[in-house]
Structures are given as C-alpha cells and as structure tokens.
C-alpha cells in the first residue's frame, strides 16, 4: 500500500524558515517523480514543485520560485520542501503526491498544516 | 497555463446530471485531469487524460474535450458526490489547478 506521510509543519513568523518531510512506503521511492501541493485554508488547490527521480531536475511554481527548495533523499524514501522567506500568502496545507501510475496525482499524504503568523 | 472553471457552485438533487466546465487559456491537448474533494478530505484523483477513469471511479463520471475546453459529467448524482471538483492540467512542468467547483446534493 502506498503511503505518503508529511511532517514539519507548524507556526513560523514571516519571513523565518521551515522544512517539510514526506516519508514515503509502500512503492519504488526512487524510480518515481515526486511534488509537493498546497491548499490555503478555504481556497482551492496549487502546485508548489516538482522533482523527477533522481533529484536532478526541479520545477517551481512562480509563488516559490527563490525561496522554496524541493530535494530528495532516495536512501530515505523522503521529499523534502525547504520553505525561506515565508509570509502570510503561504499559510496552507502542504501535501506531497507522487504521479506514478498516471502522471497525475495518483497518491496523496495527508498533509501538514504550515502557519505564518507573527 | 491558466484554467478557469465553471460553474462556481452547481446545486442540483439526487440523480440528476451534473455537467462541470473547464476552460484552459491555450491548448493543453489532452492532458487534463480532474479531482474529487469532499469536506475534510484529501483531493482524488477521478480522471485523466481528459477520458480516463482512474482505479475505483464509477463509471457515472465521465470526461471529454480536447485543446481548450473539457467538461466533467456526473450522471446520476448520489449524495455522497457532493465536493469540490477541480481540473488540472499537465501539459508540460507548469503545472496547474482550476480554481474548482463546488457540487451541493439538494
């Protein structure tokens, strides 16, 4: 059974730092890209990045383009989201997905809430 | 790549069709899916690849469209439909959402 469990989050004053992690079973970690989706409170669905396989090619949606860094540690099985520069805009849930059988998101964590408040 | 949905909220009663719009701002061919999310719940995957039924979607949501615009149909709605639907396309690394729309079971 595939599982994606995300951990990290929690109440950061903007402009500080946070790392999320995203445990992942149950499949082949290391042959499959991975992303990381958010959702603000009440408001709908965003892509935050991506991050093929091996961990050499990353992709940003502009929001965090700069600040945030996706990586991978494939001996692990974990994804990885460094957050810098937070402010009150990226206040979400933070879910890792993988797209393994379908190139869409197929497997979703359960996410973990990210507050930055002062 | 830009996606706009429509109707914001659609409130319809058991059984009825549900018909769900999706409008990209250029052509993303065939690459776009939809989710499911009911309250307090993660996003499901429903389809992909404007037709496809991913693993356990009854066969009561269908897809179709091609380039800019895409529709969803839910025939038949039971209660437990009642969600956000969201597109989404993955045309290339960019990817993105639609803003969603809301399905209420009267």
């Known amino acids: 059974e595939v599982q994606l469990l995300e951990s990290g989050g929690g109440l950061v004053q903007p402009g500080g730092s946070l790392r999320l992690s995203c445990a992942a079973s149950?499949?082949?970690?290391?042959?499959?890209?991975m992303n990381w989706v958010r959702q603000a409170p009440g408001k709908g669905l965003e892509w935050v990045s991506a991050?093929?396989?091996?961990?050499?090619?990353?992709f940003y949606a502009d929001s965090v383009k700069g600040r945030f860094t996706i990586s991978r540690d494939n001996s692990k099985n974990t994804l990885y989201l460094q957050m810098n520069d937070l402010s009150a805009e990226d206040t979400a849930v933070y879910y890792c997905a993988n797209t393994m059988e379908t190139y869409y998101f197929d497997y979703w964590g359960q996410g973990t809430l990210v507050t930055v408040s002062s | 790549i830009v996606l706009t949905q429509s109707p914001a909220t659609l409130s319809l009663s058991p059984g009825e069709t549900a018909t769900l719009s999706c409008r990209a701002s250029q052509s993303v061919s065939s690459y776009l899916g939809w989710y499911q999310q009911r309250p307090g719940q993660t996003p499901r995957l429903l389809i992909y690849?404007?037709?496809n039924r991913a693993t356990g979607t009854p066969a009561r949501f269908s897809g179709s469209g091609s380039g800019t615009d895409f529709t969803l149909t839910i025939s038949s709605l039971e209660p437990e439909d009642s969600a956000v639907y969201y597109c989404q396309q993955r045309v290339n690394w960019l990817l993105t959402f639609g803003p969603g729309t809301k399905v209420e079971i009267k």
């Open positions: 149950g499949f082949n970690f290391g042959e499959h890209a």
């Open positions: 690849d404007t037709s």
């Open positions: 991050l093929n396989s091996a961990g050499d090619s990353t």
